[in-house]
């Protein structure tokens, strides 16, 4: 009984022991299995790093061979070069962008510069990117090309073009081009600057593109420019253009001692960067807005007032606080904007009697013929500018509001062909109007029969 009691737990304890084996083969299995997956994971992240590292030792040789290609290139070839070109090594496609711009030895800039006088050299850059770079940096060389002795004649010169806009900002992709002892065209780069090299000694028209859209100081588009190239240096000419804006100017006007809108038939625009002042409108056809355009967007503002040249100007000594402060405006103009700006005309209070004197006045005349002539400004042809008006029922001007100026008049009165004249009247004021009035009949001051000149 002792014996089989035995021998039972020998089979237990032999059964038990073949369970523990079987777990720890499991477990061992589970091991293997957790130590080659990091291991092949292991390789398989150094392979991937081993890629990359093969990969920018690749793109190092294809800039070093691009560098070679660059330096084999012509002068004329190499200033302003910008090419991208794929070249594709160990089944890798990488993408080579090659540049080359003119530096001028004192400032290491593109020699744009006015006064610039220097050696001047070519830099080249290679840049070369890979589809798996990611966030890492391209692969760059760069290095600089000198033109050889005697690739440039004594006879030859370069002309550096650079478009600034109104900021002093260069302003890039404007083509320009030049004829004359040679030709040349191109773009402007980033910078706003265009360098044109080997060219021969002489005198060329430079035309910078007017399909830019850009305006000069003045509002005009781009126009010739004639310039000149000597041999053995560099001829920089700096043009500033930028993108126009505009301005609507509204009127109004003291009518009957009250200030509403009015119209008038020209406005004056200028500012300290101009050549000159620009008029806007046409003088005899009345509107109650004008608009200035195209303008140059500087960064100070404009003077704006009514009339057709610098002497309607109410403030032309900068005055701090001018008579006639409300009859000017300062507007800012910004590039592809319309400002607005509202001014007030001083006014002319005419009167048109049909008697002879403040004595005996009369009765106003309605319908009479009103010519007033600014004595200070002249129109295309030299001759002072004139605008005619009709009286209305009151023997007064419809619309009183004239430029700021100083006037002759003449008032006729066509039923019994009679004038009479006043000379000199300043309408230079907007806190009042001013008065003015004209006798048209028999036996007054300065009266006489005929029609107004």
Request: hydrophobic content about 35%; proline content about 7%.
């Amino acid at each position: 009984m002792n014996a089989e009691l035995a021998s039972r737990r020998a089979r237990a304890g032999a059964s038990s022991e073949e369970g523990f084996t079987l777990i720890e083969v499991l477990v061992t299995a589970i091991v293997v299995v957790l130590v080659l997956t990091a291991t092949f994971a292991g390789l398989s992240a150094a392979g991937r790093a081993g890629a990359e590292q093969r990969r920018h030792a690749e793109s190092y040789a294809v800039a070093q061979k691009d560098q070679a290609r660059l330096r084999a290139l012509r002068i004329s070839e190499l200033n302003g070069l910008d090419e991208t070109r794929i070249v594709t090594v160990g089944g890798t496609d990488y993408e080579v962008h090659s540049t080359g711009q003119f530096v001028n030895d004192l400032t290491g800039t593109a020699s744009c510069e006015e006064g610039t006088n220097s050696s001047d050299y070519i830099s080249i850059t290679s840049e070369v990117s890979w589809p798996s770079i990611g966030s890492r940096p391209p692969t760059v060389i760069k290095s600089i090309v000198a033109p050889p002795a005697g690739s440039l004649s004594e006879d030859t010169g370069a002309l550096a073009v650079v478009i600034r806009d109104a900021a002093g900002v260069g302003t890039p992709n404007v083509p320009v081009s030049g004829t004359g002892a040679g030709s040349f065209s191109g773009s402007t780069g980033p910078t706003g600057c265009v360098l044109f090299t080997d060219l021969p000694a002489g005198n060329y028209t430079l035309t910078p593109s007017a399909a830019a859209g850009l305006v000069d100081a003045d509002g005009d588009p781009p126009g010739q420019i004639t310039v000149s190239v000597v041999g053995q240096s560099t001829n920089t000419v700096v043009l500033r253009y930028d993108t126009p804006g505009s301005i609507d100017v509204h009127f109004r006007t003291r009518i009957n001692g009250s200030v509403q809108d009015t119209t008038t038939d020209s406005l004056v625009v200028f500012n300290t960067g101009m050549t000159q002042e620009r008029s806007f409108g046409t003088v005899g056809t009345q509107a109650s807005t004008i608009s200035a355009a195209p303008l140059f967007p500087f960064t100070s503002p404009y003077a704006v007032y009514a009339g057709s040249c610098a002497a309607n100007n109410p403030n032309p000594d900068e005055l701090p606080d001018p008579p006639a402060g409300e009859a000017l405006a300062a507007v800012n103009v910004v590039a592809n904007q319309t400002a607005s700006a509202t001014i007030q005309l001083p006014a002319l209070d005419l009167t048109v009697m049909s008697g002879s004197s403040s004595g005996s006045p009369g009765s106003p005349v309605s319908g009479a013929t009103v010519k007033v002539t600014d004595t200070e400004c002249d129109d295309a042809g030299g001759s002072p500018i004139e605008r005619t008006y009709t009286t209305n029922s009151s023997g007064e001007l419809p619309n009183p509001g004239l430029p700021y100026g100083v006037y002759d008049i003449c008032a006729y009165r066509p039923s019994t062909n009679r004038k009479n004249t006043a000379a000199d009247v300043a309408v230079q004021t907007t806190d009042t109007d001013t008065v003015q009035t004209i006798y048209v009949g028999w036996g007054a001051s300065g009266s006489s029969s005929g029609s107004c000149p």
